[in-house]
């Protein structure tokens, strides 16, 4: 961990979201300051600091008189966000469209290629990797920073709450048609057809994850 004032929260903050991201700390868990300056060796500044970064994030809530705590994220909160983030997304699907060289055609056909085989054979980790590439360089391609950092706060609270769509039966499927769909669009020329295949793409996603939980429940309760 770097240690210049300047840059020190910002370095405590990106290990707490770490934590958070790799279940160290769970939704709803009680953030124990004096434990972590103990075991990240740091005072209690810096990580106040950090906390108050992550709770404008909304991966952290403050309590007064009891301190802070990892947020969870509500059925209700994935109801708003997803037809948030699927207009956002739509929104850099149709500027990528305007903006895609040949060259960064060719280099989205790679990454669908590398995603039909992931789909295949069935290799979930891997899918979501090329999958998480995609997004990216669409997002990048529609070039502007504003719709990327507004994403990028959303995809926060999604990945708190751990979701795992592609798990949904016949979801990997369905994703990947989505994605040839989103592509084909692009690869076309058609930007309207590019953002209302992806503002679909990402309101299947909270379909398949509503689909998982009725699933879940109904295992629970045979």
């Known amino acids: 961990m770097r240690t210049h004032p300047s840059s020190l929260h910002d370095d405590v903050a990106s290990q707490l979201r770490g934590y958070i991201f790799d279940g160290h700390l769970l939704p709803g868990s009680f953030i124990d300051e004096v434990t972590l300056c103990e075991l990240w060796s740091i005072s209690r500044t810096p990580l106040r600091e950090a906390l108050k970064v992550l709770t404008a994030e909304g991966l952290v809530r403050h309590e007064p008189r009891r301190g802070c705590f990892v947020s969870e994220v509500t059925a209700q909160d994935l109801d708003d966000i997803f037809p948030v983030i699927a207009l956002l997304e739509g929104r850099c699907a149709r500027d ?8 960064d055609i060719q280099a ?5 290629q590398r995603l039909q085989a992931h789909a295949s054979a069935g290799r979930i980790n891997d899918y979501y990797d090329a ?14 920073k504003w719709l990327a950092q507004t994403i990028a706060d959303l995809r926060k609270i999604l990945k708190l709450a751990r979701l795992q769509q592609l798990h949904a039966p016949g979801r990997l499927a369905q994703s990947l048609a989505e994605h040839l769909a989103v592509f084909a669009a692009i690869k076309a020329g058609d930007a309207d057809g590019a953002d209302a295949a992806m503002r679909h793409h990402l309101l299947q996603q909270r379909e398949a994850l509503r689909d998982l939980a009725v699933l879940k429940r109904h295992v629970l309760t045979a």
């Open 96 to 103: 990528a469209t305007h903006g895609a060289t040949p060259a």
């Open 108 to 112: 989205l056909e790679v990454w669908h």
């Open 131 to 144: 999958n998480f590439a995609i997004h990216e360089a669409i997002i990048q391609l529609a070039n502007n």
